[in-house]
């Protein structure tokens, strides 16, 4: 049994142990713990120009037949500021998509869409998930980022603007809502 005399003993040390634990935590991870604190949302509207067809193709089919279950595309399209080919690029979305039902029109998409341009120069965020083509909004989720999208999480409504079945071109337009740190 200890003595009246160990207990504060114990007490001290353990009072020590925790400060100099406390104390040994780099500033960095202070930092981002302290902005955990400064969480954002910001809505981001672009426009997702998809060309399958020409001399220089943004997605390429890399295997499957047709659009059929399985058919699966590596992109690396063009992000626009308005709904014109040839309007300003702000970014690119980078990944790859594949149809992914075997009754339906349903693609799994699969990427990263970089920002080149203004604040969001060198940010990214990542989407992963079920894009019902045949729905007029589809809702995607946005599942991190990097950047000043660091942490993010949120959503993704994409929405088509045109579609030449000829071709399999598209222009779609997404207004995307994260919340980030």
Excluded: C
Excluded at 97 to 123: E, I, P, R
């Amino acid at each position: 049994m200890a003595s009246s005399h160990t207990f504060p003993l114990i007490i001290l040390n353990l009072m020590l142990l925790t400060i100099s634990t406390i104390s040994s935590v780099p500033d960095d991870a202070i930092e981002a713990i302290a902005a955990l604190r400064m969480e954002k949302t910001t809505h981001l509207h672009f426009y997702f120009q998809d060309r399958v067809s020409g001399g220089h193709p943004t997605a390429v089919k890399i295997i499957g037949e047709g659009m059929g279950f399985g058919t699966t595309f590596m992109i690396d399209d063009a992000l626009t500021r308005r709904p014109e080919r040839d309007s300003e690029i702000v970014g690119r979305a980078q990944g790859m998509y594949s149809a992914a039902a075997q009754n339906d029109l349903a693609l799994l998409m699969v990427m990263t869409l970089s920002f080149s341009q203004g604040k969001y120069n060198g940010s990214s965020l990542s989407m992963l998930g079920r894009n019902h083509v045949v729905d007029d909004v589809r809702e995607m989720p946005i599942v991190g980022g990097s950047g000043l999208f660091r942490f993010a999480r949120g959503f993704a409504l994409a929405h088509t603007v045109w579609f030449d079945p000829k071709t399999g071109d598209a222009t779609v337009e997404y207004n995307v809502s994260v919340n980030h740190f």
